[in-house]
């Protein structure tokens, strides 16, 4: 009974665990680990918590933790963030226009390289949430991730 008992709290810990997301908010940073591990990033472009179905039904999903950790670099750019510095924001608005965001939230995904202090960015696709489930928002990223591969 006790090995059963210690077994299921193991089991609950390791799935409360399993779902802390590793959002990165330095594109810098990103960029480093996306070219390291040769995944592309999910930059989400957000504003003042704008993303809570999109949190609840995609992001804070089982299916979905497993499905980033394997496929990409997580990037949270929230554009209403008043702790930014200025030329981060400014820098974090110019992407967004760069790839064309016009409504919040959306996810772009994209690959980046620094060279001489300059960035390019090569944007493989954007997915917005359509409350169409997890299942389908991740056969849509893999599209998007795979069709330029």
Not at 96 to 101: E, L, Q, R
Not at 121 to 127: A, I, N, P, R, S
């Amino acid at each position: 009974m006790r090995r059963t008992l210690l077994f299921l709290l193991l089991l609950v810990f390791s799935n409360i665990n399993g779902q802390i997301l590793e959002w990165k908010t330095s594109l810098t940073d990103a960029i480093e680990i996306s070219n390291k591990t040769r995944k592309p990033m999910l930059i989400l472009f957000t504003a003042n918590n704008m993303d809570g179905d999109l949190q609840a039904e995609v992001f804070k999903t089982y299916d979905f933790n497993d499905w980033y950790k394997k496929n990409v670099v997580l990037v949270r750019l929230d554009l209403s963030d008043s702790s930014l510095l200025p030329e981060v924001k400014d820098s974090n608005l110019k992407i967004k226009n760069a790839f064309g965001v016009q409504d919040l939230p959306v996810v772009c995904y994209a690959k980046a390289n620094i060279r001489n202090n300059r960035t390019t960015f090569q944007l493989l696709g954007k997915v917005a949430y359509d409350r169409s489930g997890v299942k389908n928002w991740i056969r849509k990223s893999n599209d998007a991730i795979n069709e330029v591969e």
